[in-house]
């Protein structure tokens, strides 16, 4: 059986105006299916590059990425993942359900197919009512939950959420943590970064902590905080060890 | 071709609920009204001149129409943010530009034959008319000429910022308009690493003179050979294909959002 993510040696570098910037150095990280995986480390650690690498927008120096055993450089390989991006944005001109009628086009999914999963999705989201109203008068959570629901279209079995809780209220957090739950319960993999480490705490079996483009970290979340400790105190341990000038 | 076909569709319901169509709308009014109020020196029933005029009117708003909306699909996507939630499904790069050609191309397509309708309306207002086989000839070879002018628009957008993309397509169009069908007579004087260039810009620049039927039309001299009119679709249809192909490398390993990425 294929690893749902398979991260090995993985370095990116960008050229930038002070010299080249090392993102991410001899990364490697590796995800079982039915994984709640959380992907944590400062601002500049080098995790939305590595989600950037994982959907094949960023080419990587060396070494290799696959999801479910297919190169993350091949289109084929994005079919079986969903994707909510840090602060989404969507087309305003169409309306909820035309958004996820045309996600569903992307992924080929059957009509019939679509027209019951955008039904249940916006159920599911409590977008049901504004399903027929322009996105661009959608409030910022409902923007937010129109687009976790385009990403949920193709019952992905890996989920890949880019700081999901950024900016929502208590509320949207609650529905991002149930619809992680849910996920996880059918058996799917949840692969999301965070800054927000109760709720990663909260969700997930496994984490990855990043600094300066550097794995210092990795494991099962009861294995690393010893009791007594939270993973917030963990985390700033880690990082402040690995990397002294971060040091408050 | 179903995703391709629902990028260009999303191009489609950009362009109507934005209400861009109704640019479209304004310009046929303007050229329907300053068709019929052509009177020239008397000559307002002299049909010929409305042909004329009516026509230059529909090669030149089409041009423009056409760049202004395939050279801004790309950008526009990067902008707005949308760009990265495409890319994360299966959508190659290349099946996003020919949705984005395709969504541009067929809505420039129709508001040329809006602009034939317009300029047929006013001619036949005037007392005139049109060989119909030739008009059917001439719109076949401007939305061929038109799918060229997008695919190049296109291939600029995927290196150049929208503003850029367009001045620069606006100024290589232009050239080939203007300058290419004069190249010939220029190579007999030019000597040199000058003739080799004129040479190398005359093979390399598309020829839309090829694609325009005007003088046809306005002087009444019949229906163009249809061999002669399928080679040249041919013709259009492989430059197309070249510019997309160019577009597509431009784009493949294209990297966005670097400022998000850190």
């Known amino acids: 059986m294929f690893l ?21 150095r001899d990364l490697t990280v590796a995800v079982a299916p039915g994984t709640v995986y959380g992907f944590l480390g400062p601002n500049g650690a080098g995790k939305t590059t590595t989600i950037q690498v994982l959907l094949g927008f960023q080419n990587a120096d060396q070494g290799t990425a696959r999801l479910f055993g297919k190169p993350v450089t091949e289109t084929i390989a994005r079919e079986k993942i969903g994707y909510l991006a840090e602060n989404p944005d969507t087309y305003n001109f169409l309306t909820g359900r035309e958004l996820l009628t045309m996600a569903g086009r992307l992924f080929n999914l059957p009509a019939s197919e679509i027209k019951t999963r955008a039904n249940q999705l ?69 692969f999301f970064s965070s800054h927000e480490l109760s709720e990663v705490e909260l969700a997930c079996d496994r984490v990855a902590i990043l600094s300066q483009g550097r794995l210092i970290a990795e494991g099962p979340v009861h294995e690393l905080v010893a009791p007594g400790e939270n993973l917030e105190r963990y985390f700033i341990k880690a990082v402040t060890t690995a990397t002294p000038e971060k040091r408050p | 071709m179903s995703k391709i076909i629902t990028i260009a569709g ?53 041009w423009i129409l056409a760049i202004n909306t395939a050279v801004r699909q790309l950008p526009q996507e990067e902008q707005r943010g949308t760009l990265i939630p495409l890319l994360a499904k299966p959508v190659s790069r290349l099946t996003l530009i020919l949705g984005k050609w395709l969504g541009a191309w067929s809505i420039t397509c129709l508001s040329l034959l809006c602009f034939y309708l317009t300029v047929w309306l006013a001619v036949w207002i005037k007392g005139g008319t049109f060989n119909l086989v030739t008009l059917l000839q001439a719109i076949l070879l401007h939305a061929a000429a038109l799918a060229l002018i997008s695919s190049l628009a296109v291939a600029f957008s995927t290196r150049l910022n929208r503003d850029a993309a367009t001045v620069t397509t606006y100024l290589v169009t232009s050239a080939a308009f203007l300058l290419l069908p004069r190249i010939p007579a220029m190579l007999v004087e030019a000597k040199g690493a000058a003739s080799y260039t004129l040479f190398t810009l005359y093979y390399l620049f598309p020829h839309f003179e090829l694609f325009d039927l005007r003088r046809r039309l306005v002087h009444d001299w019949g229906s163009a050979n249809w061999v002669t009119l399928a080679e040249i679709l041919f013709y259009a249809m492989l430059m197309t294909l070249v510019f997309l192909s160019l577009a597509w490398l431009g784009y493949r390993k294209r990297r966005f959002s670097r400022g998000d990425i850190l």
């Open chain 1, 4 to 24: 749902a993510i398979d991260i090995q040696n993985l370095s990116v570098s960008f050229p930038a105006p002070t010299g080249t910037v090392h993102a991410l």
């Open chain 1, 122 to 190: 916006l159920e599911e989201t409590g977008l049901a009512s504004a399903a027929d109203r322009r996105i661009a008068g959608y409030s910022r959570g409902m923007r937010q939950r129109i687009c976790m629901a385009q990403a949920l279209i193709n019952d992905p079995d890996l989920l890949i959420l880019d700081e999901p809780t950024g900016g929502l209220d208590p509320l949207g957090r609650m529905d991002i943590r149930r619809i992680i739950a849910e996920r996880k319960k059918a058996g799917k993999t949840v």
């Open chain 2, 10 to 62: 999303v191009v489609w319901l950009d362009m109507v609920r934005r209400k861009e169509l109704s640019v479209l709308l304004i310009l046929l009014a303007t050229l329907l009204a300053a068709l019929l109020s052509f009177d020239v020196f008397g000559l307002s029933q002299v049909t010929g001149y409305v042909k004329d005029m009516g026509l230059l009117a529909v090669w030149v708003l089409s």
